[in-house]
């Protein structure tokens, strides 16, 4: 039996999408036609791969079993594009980089803009989420390369350090304690702290500092992605701990304050991670080698120290 790769992409197009109709508008195809062609890998396996019963699409056992393989097979289909790609150099191409939420948000759009000077025929992606959902999106091929705060956990990813980066504990600009600049964890203890998501790096880092501060107990609550948990600070909602880069713009005209706290959260490293068993393309490769010499964080509204 030959497996048709045609229907297979649709298959896994229908599962990425959650649904026959989403899937027929990106791939451009009558839903009626996405369906049938479902229906007809299906009978060629002699297998049912969605359970159709239900008000949303479900994956069979043997539609997991089927999942896991079609994405190795298109993993496997990409790699053969970019060893062809080695023969062809940097000419044309595209990247696809990832990065946990602050990398994402601060630190690879200027990186990015510096791999367009250097290659403009390099077509050039963000995928931007916290540091399970980066992990993921490198272990299934979605992502060749990404950068990440902190080192990964899963174990098919290889990762190399590349920049550190610290929390700084911010607040409202009248805050009660923003004049001293400083503060005891004693003083914080009545403080609403606001933390990221699970999942999220700086979420572990956070509940790490309140640890070592004596405030397990202090009150705390959930807010998504460091943009919000800026504007919520500023708004007067409670204090928080974020990148000290996220916030390097609103400390310096003002619109947010930071305190000092003894004993400093530990720095944390910024790596590179890809697939162990991944062959790179040149495009990536050659921005693997760029961030190989990144010598500090980009400063405000520039790049520094690219060689």
């Not at 790699?79 to 990065?99: F, H, P």
């Not at 590179?272 to 991944?278: E, G, K, N, S, Y």
Request: a neutral charge.
């Amino acid at each position: 039996m030959q497996l048709n790769l045609h229907r297979l992409w649709i298959f896994m197009t229908v599962v990425e999408c959650g649904g026959f109709s989403a899937a027929a508008q990106k791939l451009y195809l009558s839903q009626p036609s996405v369906s049938h062609q479902v229906r007809q890998l299906e009978q060629s396996l002699r297998a049912t791969l969605i359970d159709r019963s239900g008000a949303r699409i479900r994956l069979t056992p043997e539609g997991e079993v089927m999942l896991e393989y079609a994405k190795r097979v298109f993993l496997l289909a990409d790699e053969a594009v970019a060893a062809i790609r080695q023969v062809s150099g940097l000419q044309t191409g595209k990247l696809v980089a990832g990065g946990t939420t602050t990398v994402g948000t601060y630190l690879l759009p200027p990186l990015l803009a510096a791999f367009r000077d250097r290659h403009p025929g390099i077509e050039l992606g963000i995928q931007v989420g916290n540091g399970q959902r980066v992990e993921r999106g490198l272990v299934d091929g979605e992502i060749g390369v990404a950068v990440l705060a902190g080192e990964p956990g899963a174990a098919q990813l290889v990762s190399e350090p590349i920049l550190e980066d610290r929390l700084v504990l911010i607040t409202q600009p009248g805050h009660r304690l923003s004049s001293r600049g400083r503060a005891e964890p004693a003083d914080l203890a009545g403080e609403l702290f606001l933390i990221r998501e699970p999942g999220s790096s700086t979420r572990e880092l956070q509940e790490q500092a309140l640890e070592t501060w004596g405030l397990e107990e202090a009150g705390r609550t959930e807010i998504w992605g460091p943009e919000t948990i800026k504007q919520a600070v500023a708004a007067g909602l409670g204090v928080s701990l974020v990148s000290e880069h996220c916030v390097e713009q609103e400390l310096a005209d003002g619109r947010l304050a930071a305190l000092e706290v003894l004993p400093a959260p530990k720095p944390r490293p910024i790596v590179l991670a890809h697939r162990r068993d991944r062959l790179l393309g040149p495009a990536e490769q050659a921005f693997i080698a760029m961030l190989r010499n990144v010598r500090s964080w980009p400063g405000i509204n520039r790049l520094r120290s690219i060689s």
